[in-house]
């Protein structure tokens, strides 16, 4: 049973600092490219940060500078540093694997993240 699980989110002023975790299992996590997105209310899903084959890192432009992601293959699991948040930062993150080979993708069940003015 494949599950990513995050943790980290909560309620910071702006200016603040969260680091959002997404633990894997049942996949073969150096198999899976990972992903962060987020979803604010009333907004499409977007991306946020990538990790292509491990090495490739792609940030939105709006989060460039301010969100670092990484990922430590020995936990499975990915994390996404985000500093000097602001109140347009918040919205519901998710994280995303998605295999290499086959394209099949799981998704996360979310973590709220609310940045407070």
């Known amino acids: 049973q494949v599950q990513l699980v995050e943790s980290g989110g909560g309620l910071v002023q702006a200016g603040g600092s969260l680091r959002l975790s997404c633990a894997t299992s049942?996949?073969?996590?150096?198999?899976?490219?990972m992903g962060w997105y987020r979803q604010a209310p009333g907004k499409e899903r977007e991306l946020v940060a990538v990790?292509?084959?491990?090495?490739?890192?792609n940030y939105a432009d709006s989060v460039k500078g301010r969100f670092t992601m990484s990922r430590d293959n020995s936990k499975n699991t990915v994390f996404l540093q985000m500093n000097s948040l602001k109140p347009e930062d918040t919205a519901v993150y998710y994280c995303?694997?998605?295999?290499?080979?086959?394209?099949?993708?799981?998704w996360g069940q979310g973590t709220q993240v609310t940045v407070s003015s």
């Open positions: 995303k694997a998605e295999h290499r080979r086959s394209f099949q993708q799981y």
């Open positions: 049942g996949i073969i996590f150096s198999l899976h490219d």
């Open positions: 990790i292509i084959s491990g090495t490739n890192y």
